[in-house]
Structure formats: structure tokens, C-alpha cells
């Protein structure tokens, strides 16, 4: 097996709660990850920030990193667009000779600049967020394979929804049961090599960019997790909520929530409703295409210091909801793996 890419990581002024990419793909991505870039937060380390992430240097420019084969976007802004003031650093990378890497909904090759320098350079842009042409509806037939489907949903975007998926699959893994992973946006793709982004599919196509994830690899595990996006009440962003729970046809769905959260992140003026009003509304929006059911929480409790609140918090999550829960980062997920699947 060949060494893994040695990658710089971008995630300036946003590093870590708001660059979700970058530490997604400090955890879990198989990359040599050799510095953060944030201007922020020059001379820390990513542990620093927090507890959960690998000591690796933050350093403020491309400039400043060690050698690497690449530099990975690591910030996804509402609305995918490119902060010009990242622009340096993508240059920078480029003359150096490493690829580029992004999930971003602007599509780096369409860059004249780096187009140019990526083709002087002899260098690779890989815009992960843009679809491959042969994405049509769905058929219907995720129900169709032999796997088990789990869908992780949400009460709001960005609530751990994709970190709660490798979790789980990593902790049924552990159990024995045989596990497979459905990315389906940026991060996951980087993170797993593969993928259908589906926040960029055409509409019409979203529940067909997940089944046909859910075709190829369907028969080739026991249980299958599907990343979910976006929350089926978010203003923005309900539309690929909707189009996955649809597309993927899932057995099980597990509710995931962020302690702390009580109005939807970016647009504060929508307050959250209650956990009964989600578990009722993913189950009865399901129901028309394939009976689910909420089985259980994941609860993200990184905004929670004390480990006993924490505890608590995921108790009082899981008697709200009326189902099993756990934080999969912060405690033992095998009793919850037992007690669900």
C-alpha cells in the first residue's frame, strides 16, 4: 500500500466549528494531513482547538506549509462560494506543483487563473461537488437490495449528521455486523474517495444520485449508513433533506440533534420545533415511498465541557425523543449498536 497523500488543509478564520470539511477530514479521511492553514490561529496546533482532532501545526499562509502533495479546501460557506481572499494561497499551492482539492459549489477548473497554473504546474483540481453526467430520477428500488439502509437526519444542517454516520459505522464494524458507508456530500466524498454530491445534482435527480449509491453497494454489505444533509425543516436547504429520505428508501432513520441548538444555524429567526414534531414529520413524509422509523439519537454534545452534563444531556435527549441515543464521539456507541441493529 502506497503512503497516504500528504495534504495541507485551508481553513481560514472559520477553524474548527465552522469548518466542518477540515475537520472531517483531520479525523477521518486516510491523508497525511501535514498543516491547517487559518491566519486566525498561527503557531497553535488543530488539538489545541480541540480535544478530539490530531496534533497537527496551523500555520496562517500556503507560504508557511511543509511540502505536500496537496491542498484540500477545507471550509463549505453557505452557498459553496471561493473567498477571494483564499486566492494566495491556491496560487501559492499550484506553483508548487500540488493539486487542488475542494468541495466548493464554485467549480475550481472554471478558474482561468488556476486552470492556467494547474496546466503549467502539471497539477490536478479535483472539485469533488461536481456531479458525474449520468445521474437520473430514481426508479424506486433502493429497497430493492439486501442491505439494511439507515439514514441519518437532522434537526438543523451542520449537527454532526456525517460525523454521527462514520461513527456508527465504524462502532458496527467493532460489533461485527458488516458496515458500509453512502457519502453524500463534500466531506464524506473526500473522506470515503467516492460519492454522489447530492446538494448539486438537478433537482430533479437528488433521490436518483442516492439510490444509485445505494444500487452499487447495496448487496455488498449487511447495512448500509447513508449520510444525511440538511434538515426537513430548514428553510434553504429541505429540498435535499427531502430528496435523500425519498431516494434511499431507509429501513431506519436516526434523528441527529446538537445540544446546544434551539434555532436553525444561519437563519436564527426559524426557532426548531420539538423532537416529536421531527420523528413524526421523517416518518409520515417517508411513509408514502417506504415505512421508517426514528430508532434512535445522536446527540453532539461538544458544546457541553463536563462529561456527566453530557451524559445527562443525551438521557434527557433519548427520553424527548423516545428512543435509544448516544454522542458516538464522546461515549461508547456499542450498547447503542446492540439495542438498534
Request: a negative charge; proline letters at 4%; hydrophobic letters at 45%.
Given at each position: 500500500m502506497s503512503d497516504p497523500q500528504r495534504v495541507v488543509v485551508l481553513a481560514h478564520e472559520k477553524f474548527p466549528d465552522r469548518a466542518k470539511t477540515a475537520t472531517g477530514v483531520l479525523k477521518y479521511a486516510d491523508y497525511d494531513v501535514v498543516a491547517v492553514l487559518d491566519r486566525d490561529n498561527p503557531g497553535t496546533s488543530a488539538s489545541d482547538h480541540r480535544r478530539d482532532l490530531p496534533d497537527v501545526p496551523i500555520v496562517s499562509s500556503m507560504a508557511d506549509a511543509p511540502d505536500a502533495d496537496a491542498l484540500l479546501v477545507g471550509i463549505a460557506p453557505i452557498g459553496g462560494g471561493f473567498d477571494e481572499t483564499w486566492r494566495d494561497d491556491v496560487r501559492t499551492a499550484l506553483e508548487r506543483g500540488c493539486d487542488i482539492i475542494a468541495g466548493l459549489h464554485y467549480?475550481?477548473?472554471?478558474?482561468?487563473?488556476?486552470?492556467?497554473?494547474?496546466d503549467e504546474y502539471g497539477c490536478d483540481i479535483n472539485d469533488v461537488r461536481k456531479p458525474h453526467d449520468d445521474i437520473g430520477v430514481a426508479?424506486?428500488?433502493?429497497?430493492?437490495?439486501?442491505?439494511?439502509?439507515?439514514?441519518?437526519?437532522?434537526t438543523d444542517c451542520?449537527?454532526?449528521?456525517?460525523?454521527?454516520?462514520?461513527?456508527?459505522?465504524?462502532?458496527?464494524?467493532?460489533?461485527?455486523?458488516?458496515?458500509?458507508?453512502?457519502?453524500?456530500?463534500?466531506?464524506?466524498?473526500?473522506?470515503?474517495?467516492?460519492?454522489?454530491?447530492?446538494?448539486?445534482?438537478?433537482?430533479?435527480?437528488?433521490?436518483?444520485?442516492?439510490?444509485?449509491?445505494?444500487?452499487?453497494?447495496?448487496?455488498e454489505y449487511d447495512v448500509l449508513f447513508v449520510e444525511g444533509q440538511g434538515s426537513i425543516?430548514?428553510?434553504?436547504?429541505?429540498?435535499?433533506?427531502?430528496?435523500?429520505?425519498?431516494?434511499?428508501?431507509?429501513?431506519?432513520?436516526?434523528?441527529?440533534?446538537?445540544?446546544?441548538?434551539?434555532?436553525?444555524?444561519?437563519?436564527?429567526?426559524?426557532?426548531?420545533?420539538?423532537?416529536?414534531?421531527?420523528?413524526?414529520?421523517?416518518?409520515?413524509?417517508?411513509?408514502?415511498?417506504?415505512?421508517?422509523?426514528?430508532?434512535?439519537?445522536?446527540?453532539?454534545?461538544?458544546?457541553?465541557?463536563?462529561?456527566?452534563?453530557?451524559?445527562?444531556?443525551?438521557?434527557?435527549?433519548?427520553?424527548?425523543?423516545?428512543?435509544?441515543?448516544?454522542?458516538?464521539?464522546?461515549?461508547?456507541?456499542?450498547?447503542?449498536?446492540?439495542?438498534?441493529?
Open positions: 467549480f475550481l477548473n472554471d478558474d482561468e487563473e488556476f486552470a492556467a497554473l494547474a426508479q424506486g428500488t433502493a429497497a430493492d437490495v439486501d442491505a439494511e439502509v439507515v439514514l441519518t437526519v437532522g451542520s449537527v454532526g449528521k456525517m460525523t454521527a454516520t462514520l461513527e456508527l459505522v465504524e462502532a458496527a464494524r467493532e460489533r461485527g455486523i458488516d458496515a458500509g458507508f453512502i457519502p453524500t456530500g463534500q466531506t464524506g466524498i473526500m473522506i470515503a474517495g467516492w460519492g454522489n454530491p447530492v446538494d448539486r445534482v438537478v433537482s430533479d435527480f437528488t433521490a436518483g444520485s442516492v439510490e444509485e449509491m445505494i444500487l452499487e453497494k447495496g448487496d425543516t430548514h428553510p434553504a436547504y429541505s429540498a435535499v433533506t427531502c430528496g435523500i429520505l425519498h431516494g434511499a428508501m431507509a429501513d431506519k432513520l436516526i434523528l441527529c440533534h446538537e445540544s446546544s441548538r434551539d434555532a436553525i444555524h444561519g437563519y436564527e429567526d426559524f426557532a426548531l420545533p420539538e423532537l416529536s414534531e421531527y420523528v413524526s414529520l421523517y416518518e409520515n413524509l417517508a411513509a408514502p415511498v417506504h415505512e421508517t422509523d426514528v430508532v434512535g439519537g445522536a446527540l453532539n454534545t461538544s458544546k457541553i465541557d463536563d462529561d456527566d452534563e453530557a451524559a445527562a444531556a443525551v438521557e434527557a435527549f433519548a427520553d424527548e425523543l423516545g428512543a435509544p441515543a448516544v454522542d458516538p464521539v464522546r461515549f461508547d456507541t456499542g450498547a447503542f449498536i446492540d439495542e438498534v441493529f
